[in-house]
């Protein structure tokens, strides 16, 4: 499934049955590197649901209350980026809506800048010098005060795009996720930076994350 090789939660045995009547299924065997369940727990495995196989009405007026990197190869994160939204009344309370690409950053635009790249192309939490990085924690803490209780107002997916409108306070806002634009930073650790994905459309790599679960590349 794209990047991503398995979805996966360590739960207790005694909350086996209730999650086998949600479609997952039992996988005590499954591992990764640190991911391991203790003798009181196991390990239940499904398929994330993708922003194309959903209405994505049943998102709005769902609310964007942090931001993160996500997912794991064992040793490190793959730089997935996810976007936990909350809602009373919606089935996708406590997920994340996840752009499962690596260094995801990179393709994702709130208000028409990057989360992260170059000084060029003005992005939220740059990532370029020393500096950067010793300023990485105030910088990522005034971007999730940007984004913080923003309400899903509009969903658009085309092939290459998938813009989200927010309503805040004040004005409207956007996240896009994109396949690539010239307003990607060019360079990935020294190398040319592709598109963020091969084959099929954006819509098959936003994917749906329990804030329990864990997805492995």
């Known amino acids: 499934m794209g990047y991503i090789g398995a979805y996966s939660i360590i739960i207790p045995k005694t909350d086996l049955n209730q999650w086998i009547n949600k479609g997952w299924i039992e996988s005590p065997k499954f591992r990764n590197y640190h991911y391991a369940p203790s003798s009181q727990e ?40 996810g976007f936990l939204i909350n809602s009373s009344d919606s089935e996708f309370n406590d997920h994340y809506i996840v752009f499962a690409v690596i260094d995801a950053d990179a393709y994702v635009f709130f208000d028409g800048r990057p989360i992260s790249g170059n000084h060029d192309f003005n992005p939220w939490i740059p990532l370029e010098t020393d500096e950067d990085f010793d300023n990485w924690n105030k910088n990522y803490d005034e971007f999730i005060n ?48 592709g598109d963020s994905f091969k084959q099929g459309t954006i819509g098959d790599y936003i994917v749906f994350q329990d804030v329990r679960a864990t997805l492995h590349q």
């Not at 010239?182 to 930076?193: D, F, K």
Request: some cysteine; glycine content about 10%; overall charge positive.
């Open 42 to 81: 196991t390990v239940i495995l499904n398929k994330p649901k993708t922003i194309a196989e959903v209405d994505v009405s049943r998102l709005f007026g769902c609310t964007i209350e942090n931001y993160t990197c996500l997912g794991t190869y064992g040793m490190g994160s793959p730089g997935f980026a």
């Open 146 to 193: 940007q984004i913080k209780g923003l309400k899903i107002q509009q969903v658009k997916v085309v092939d290459s795009l998938c813009s989200i409108a927010l309503h805040g306070l004040d004005r409207t806002h956007s996240i896009e996720f994109i396949k690539n634009s010239s307003n990607v930073s060019p360079y990935r650790s020294g190398e040319i930076r």
